[in-house]
Every structure is written in structure tokens, then in C-alpha cells.
Nanobody, 123 residues
Framework: QVHLVESGGGLAQAGDSLRLSCAAS????????MAWFRQAPGKEREFVAA????????YYTNFDKAHFTISRDRAKNTAYLDMNNLKPEDTAVYYC????????????????WGQGTQVTVSS
């Protein structure tokens, strides 16, 4: 089992930047893909970005992907989501998730989830 803890959320204004972090712990090699999802009030949880932990190949959502950057620090077992030029529609709870399987944007393919971190963007 992989334990994930997100941090870095908070209040921001439109145009600001935020960095979210996801610290992972668990058996070495227990995850192959680390991903970020988000869930806005009244909406379904949606895929944002993912990274292959070994190769660092990245994958992004089709919606406005230009202002998201996913990365990881292998030594710290931490994944990051950098968000630039934030917009009010980015307001959501952001979740980190891990999967031992190849990349998939389907949230059902992810076995472990963090508790989420709230990001609120005001106009």
C-alpha cells in the first residue's frame, strides 16, 4: 500500500502560481505512475496530469494543459504539480494518486489516493 500526502494548496488570486506537492511512502517500486486529479464542487473528479516515475514521461489533460507542469523528485519520493496563471475555474480539491500499472487517465486505475488539498482561486 502506498501512502500519499498532498500539500501546497490554499487561496490564490487569478494569475497567481501555486505548487502542489505529493509525498509518497511505501514499498519501493510500488508505484509506476503518479498522477494529479481534481474535483470541483458538484463535478466529477477529473484527470489533470501524470508522470512515469521511472522515465519521467509526462501526460496532461486536454483542457487548458498549458498552465500545468508535473514533475517528481525521486530522492524525496515526491511529485509536484506546478500551476501557473491560475483561474477561478481551477478552484477544486486536488488529489494525488498512484498506480502500479502503465499510464491511464481513468481514475479507477489508481489504487492509492491522498486526502486532497484545496485550491481556491478568486477573480
Amino acid at each position: 500500500q502506498v501512502h500519499l500526502v498532498e500539500s501546497g494548496g490554499g487561496l490564490a488570486q487569478a494569475g497567481d502560481s501555486l505548487r502542489l506537492s505529493c509525498a509518497a511512502s511505501g514499498r519501493a517500486g510500488a508505484w509506476y505512475i503518479m498522477a494529479w486529479f481534481r474535483q470541483a464542487p458538484g463535478k466529477e473528479r477529473e484527470f489533470v496530469a501524470a508522470i512515469n516515475w521511472v522515465s519521467t514521461v509526462t501526460y496532461y489533460t486536454n483542457f487548458d494543459k498549458a498552465h500545468f507542469t508535473i514533475s517528481r523528485d525521486r530522492a524525496k519520493n515526491t511529485a509536484y504539480l506546478d500551476m501557473n496563471n491560475l483561474k477561478p475555474e481551477d478552484t477544486a480539491v486536488y488529489y494525488c494518486a498512484s498506480s502500479p500499472r502503465p499510464y491511464d487517465a481513468d481514475l479507477t486505475q489508481y489504487d492509492s489516493w491522498g486526502q486532497g488539498t484545496q485550491v481556491t482561486v478568486s477573480s
